[in-house]
């Protein structure tokens, strides 16, 4: 698979740019200041890998809202920021009451946006091949719980089943942003993380108060509560990345809970209330789904693109 990689020219143009922009700010408004110091880098080439691997989280997302909320996805709403890459595997609409879909419909749109400020920014690849099948997601729910779900678990089958299916992705995305933050160089890919991050919190806060106004209802068919299913998904995923605990349901112990003082865990943080973080190997093992960064599976069957992604797969060649 061929990865592109931003030209130098393109990462002059976007200095030259923003010196520009800053110029412009300092001499013509002087009540809203430039963003950022002066004599500061603003793009390094680690930074590019870095912000590159967070393109393959974001393309989950956006081809999984697009499908769920539309019935089409990425190739239809925003074809160039595909980049020639194959549709993904076995998405489809959810079925979804209006609410529910409006609120995802509006997430895709955003996730596009993430999409087209990563790629003009840091430039991009073409989009992996990804499994949004509910095959998939019936595996992942099936490991999760340690036992095989009957009938199958079907994130599309309705609202709550897709938004437990949902809760799946965005906050693997969030937390792999936050793990990125202290390593970034330079004033323009901090700040975009800055931007992208804010949003991802927001999405995933959406979802987990969705389910925590449904804590107690057990889900159709099955004689789970939607909190016990949140609270064997983020269980799996702390299996699966092997660094301990980073991940809690939307109820929780009292000694995970916000000052060891509540059960209640809309939004799942350490023990300084402070969102956790994960580093790229942890977050392939857990979107592979084998708990093996160099073992392709789950969403990513051939493997998540990239740099860095690339280069912990096994048998491939590294691509500069």
């Known amino acids: 698979m061929v990865l592109?990689?931003?030209?130098?020219?393109?990462?002059?143009?976007?200095?030259?740019?923003?010196?520009?922009?800053?110029c412009n700010l300092v001499t013509s408004d002087p009540l809203c200041p430039p963003e950022y110091l002066e004599h500061e880098i603003p793009i390094t080439k680690e930074d590019i890998d870095m912000m590159q691997f967070a393109e393959n989280l974001e393309h989950l997302e956006c081809d999984l809202f697009?499908?769920?909320?539309?019935?089409?996805?990425?190739d239809h709403?925003?074809?160039?920021?595909?980049?020639?890459?194959?549709?993904?595997?076995g998405a489809q609409k959810a079925n979804l009451d209006f609410h529910t879909r409006k609120l995802i419909e509006e997430f895709a749109y955003q996730e596009?946006?993430?999409?087209?400020?990563?790629k003009t920014t840091v430039g991009g690849f073409p989009r992996p091949l990804m499994d949004l099948s509910a095959k998939n997601f019936a595996m992942i729910m099936n490991e999760a719980f340690g036992y095989e779900l009957v009938p199958p678990f079907d994130p599309y089958r309705d609202?709550?089943?897709?938004?437990?299916?949902?809760?799946?992705?965005?906050?693997?995305?969030?937390?792999?942003?936050?793990?990125?933050?202290?390593?970034?160089?330079?004033y323009v890919t901090k700040r975009l993380l800055a931007g992208l991050l804010g949003v991802e919190?927001?999405?995933?806060?959406?979802?987990?108060?969705?389910?925590?106004?449904?804590a107690g209802e057990v889900v159709h068919p099955y004689n789970h509560t939607v909190a016990e299913f949140t609270n064997r998904i983020s269980g799996f995923r702390n299996r699966l990345?092997?660094?301990?605990?980073?991940?809690?349901?939307?109820?929780?112990?009292h000694y995970l809970g916000a000052e060891q003082r509540t059960e209640s865990n809309v939004l799942s943080a350490d023990i300084n209330s402070l969102s956790y973080s994960r580093t790229p190997p942890e977050i392939l093992r857990i979107v592979y789904g084998g708990g093996n960064e160099s073992v392709?599976?789950?969403?990513?069957?051939?493997g998540a693109n990239g740099r860095i992604a690339r280069n912990f797969l096994l048998d491939q060649p590294s691509h500069n």
């Open 66 to 74: 697009l499908w769920s909320a539309l019935g089409f996805g990425l």
């Open 296 to 302: 392709p599976g789950g969403f990513f069957p051939h």
């Open 201 to 214: 919190a927001g999405q995933d806060a959406v979802i987990r108060h969705y389910l925590y106004d449904r």
């Open 241 to 253: 990345a092997m660094c301990g605990i980073k991940d809690e349901g939307i109820i929780v112990p």
């Open 112 to 118: 596009v946006g993430h999409l087209r400020a990563l």
């Open 159 to 186: 609202s709550v089943s897709y938004m437990m299916g949902a809760y799946v992705v965005p906050y693997v995305g969030l937390v792999a942003y936050v793990g990125t933050n202290p390593n970034l160089k330079g």
């Open 77 to 89: 709403v925003a074809p160039q920021l595909v980049m020639g890459g194959p549709p993904p595997i």
């Open 4 to 22: 592109l990689l931003p030209s130098t020219s393109i990462v002059i143009f976007t200095f030259v740019t923003l010196v520009s922009s800053v």
